[in-house]
């Protein structure tokens, strides 16, 4: 770990009672269990479930596979007593077996294609490809597994030469033989598919480069499963995912919009006719933000959830005339893009469900019909992953706010009051700004704002214009105005806030990773509104984002500009641009493995201010990419910040 300073260093500064407190709440949160993702078997009798825990002499969290039965009848345990991660999930359709990704016990080789009984025991690997295998599914007949694999060989590091990637390719193999079979051609980069209801083709979502920026000018095909040329069926000029077959076979949903981060979006439900290959939009105006689709068995209505304000809702749409109905309007799910894991049938669901006072935790749910179509959703707890959390850490509540930003347009928020207070004070604030600016901060719990609940900050979450949760609209306002009115939304929530009478004004930092860390670097290049700011894996200079980057088109979608024609539009919206004017300390926090946001942006905004006598901390993380894992490095960047708002705001 590097550590720059031009101040004094946080690690001089003696943790005070709160940063004591706090720190105790780290290591509550750092034992927590997060279930990232749950599968249901087709009878609706078990869930898979991966739960990324980790073990107290291990640095880095690992994914392991519980089982839960639906029923209740056991409580939730590992499936499998190793020590690899175990991930990609996916039951046979007679629920007998589960198939799924893993490393077998001291192989050097990569994770591959493992089943093992619904009833336990030993796992069988099935096959073995050279750069090992993910994303499975199950076809719906049984007959094959498909997965996913990387071509060729893996590029050396010494010397590192800059040379395409490598293809992504789409396998199967029969579950009672060993052999592969290729399905797509090898010059085809395959991101995203599923079965055809009849187990005789697949859809893809595919690019014709081979990087990860290429996955913004993918398109929509289909390919046979004994596999074929891909026949490809859109024209998209944005990126998209969560496909899903209509009953028939004759139709394929999917979500398509204008999304920062690849492998994440919500935005408008699509569907394309595979006969004529015409696009229809099924949601042009909705007010929210749907995440996940799927067809109802009637093969006209889909089952949708969506993310609307600082919360999810699941409703029923009807394809052909665009009404929509209803099933739950306030049921928060996987963090910013909500989804369902359903039986075939439709008729019961499963997914991680979460609450301010509720840690992430898994639920079923029933589909009560009326007239053989849903109308609502009758939920029960399965899991109880984190009873020690729940039971030793304080339950707060959090407000969600609607205000208006400085140009009249409504903001949500989410504003949480810190458990304990000093009395006749107001309580300090925490900013806390979320990545993207594709993504949103919806009313769940959220682990790493419980450590500044506990150091007595109160912490507001804003969903600034690029969030999702208002419509596309609200969305894309942010394309060609990076720094603009998400700024403008951001502050006018502090004034907000101020003018309320909830915090003290005198007493306010700003802080957040990615889109969040540029936003926080942003703010104090335009503001002295801020006592401290954290800057984590932000962007200083958006020109030399451009040139380092793995997705470079991200960029040139946010400015709304090539940077050899227009280079203006990077300068007038990067940090380093202004980085003259700033007065208040900033923290610099930088995993050096970062491919999104490449290290040299924390060097660079670093450079400035310490040239410019701001205090100013630069933290430099081996082995981290955009973003700490490692659990040492997570106890640093906390108790690092927590010393750095101790020193400049408390």
Not at 20 to 48: C, E, F, I, Q, Y
Not at 185 to 212: F, K, T
Not at 387 to 399: C, F, G, I
Request: charged share 20%.
């Amino acid at each position: 770990m590097s550590v720059f300073k031009s101040s004094t260093s946080t690690s001089e500064i003696t943790n005070t009672p709160a940063i004591t407190r706090a720190l105790a709440t780290l290591d509550v949160v750092l034992d927590m269990r997060n279930p990232v993702h749950v599968v249901l078997s087709n009878d609706g009798k078990r869930v898979a479930i991966v739960v990324s825990e980790r073990a107290p002499d291990e640095q880095k969290k690992r994914q392991r596979i519980w089982l839960a039965e639906t029923d209740g009848s056991k409580e939730a345990h590992p499936l499998i007593s190793g020590k690899r991660d175990e991930t990609s999930p996916c039951w046979s359709p007679d629920g007998k077996q589960l198939a799924f990704v893993t490393q077998a016990e001291g192989e050097k080789e990569k994770p591959q294609l493992h089943i093992i009984s619904a009833e336990g025991g030993e796992a069988k690997l099935i096959c073995k490809l050279p750069n090992g295998v993910s994303n499975l599914a199950w076809s719906p007949d049984g007959s094959r597994i498909s997965f996913l694999s990387l071509e060729g060989e893996e590029p050396k590091s010494d010397p590192k030469v800059l040379a395409p990637a490598r293809y992504q390719r789409l396998w199967t193999v029969r579950a009672e033989q060993a052999l592969p079979e290729a399905v797509t051609p090898r010059d085809i980069m395959v991101m995203e598919y599923v079965w055809s209801p009849d187990s005789q083709s697949l859809a893809l979502y595919y690019a014709h480069g081979p990087e990860e920026n290429d996955w913004y000018h993918g398109q929509i095909g289909t390919v046979a499963a004994s596999g074929s040329a891909v026949r490809q069926l859109t024209s998209l000029k944005l990126p998209a995912r969560a496909l899903a077959w209509s009953p028939d076979g004759t139709q394929i949903a999917f979500l398509s919009g204008s999304w920062s981060d690849p492998g994440r979006g919500v935005s408008d439900i699509y569907a394309v006719t595979l006969a004529t290959q015409q696009v229809r939009n099924l949601t042009p105006g909705i007010d929210g933000s749907p995440a996940w689709c799927s067809w109802f068995p009637d093969g006209r209505h889909l089952l949708f959830a969506m993310v609307k304000h600082v919360t999810h809702q699941i409703g029923l749409l009807d394809s052909q005339d665009g009404t929509i109905r209803l099933l739950d309007t306030d049921f928060v799910m996987q963090d910013d893009q909500p989804s369902l894991w359903l039986t075939p049938n439709h008729l019961s669901c499963a997914t991680v469900h979460s609450g301010a006072q509720l840690p992430r935790d898994v639920w079923t749910g029933n589909l009560i019909l009326e007239d053989n179509l849903p109308t609502r959703i009758e939920w029960r707890q399965l899991t109880h992953l984190n009873t020690l959390a729940v039971e030793v850490l304080p339950r707060v509540q959090s407000e969600r706010i609607r205000y208006k930003s400085e140009d009249g347009q409504l903001v949500d928020g989410l504003f949480t009051v810190p458990p304990i207070a000093q009395a006749g004070e107001l309580p300090p604030l925490y900013v806390d700004v979320h990545g993207g600016p594709s993504g949103a901060e919806c009313d769940y719990w959220a682990s790493w704002d419980q450590i500044f609940l506990a150091a007595g900050y109160a912490v507001f979450r804003p969903n600034y214009r690029g969030s999702w949760g208002q419509g596309m609209a609200f969305a894309d306002a942010v394309l060609g105005d990076m720094g603009g009115k998400d700024l403008q939304d951001i502050l006018s929530g502090v004034e907000y806030l101020v003018r309320e009478g909830k915090v003290d004004g005198n007493r306010v930092a700003i802080g957040g990773w990615s889109n969040g860390g540029y936003l926080a670097a942003w703010a104090v290049t335009q503001t002295d509104r801020f006592k401290a700011a954290m800057m984590g894996a932000g962007i200083s200079d958006w020109l030399n984002m451009h040139a380092q980057t793995n997705t470079p088109d991200a960029d040139s979608m946010l400015m709304a500009a090539d940077p050899l024609e227009h280079p203006e539009a990077y300068y007038r919206a990067s940090p380093i641009t202004f980085a003259g004017r700033v007065k208040t300390p900033t923290l610099i926090l930088h995993g050096e493995e970062d491919p999104c946001v490449p290290v040299a942006q924390a060097y660079a905004f670093y450079r400035a201010l310490r040239e410019r006598n701001v205090p100013v901390e630069c933290v430099i993380y081996p082995r981290a990419g955009h973003g700490v894992s490692e659990r040492d490095h997570v106890r640093d960047t906390t108790e690092r910040q927590l010393r750095w708002f101790e020193a400049y705001v408390m």
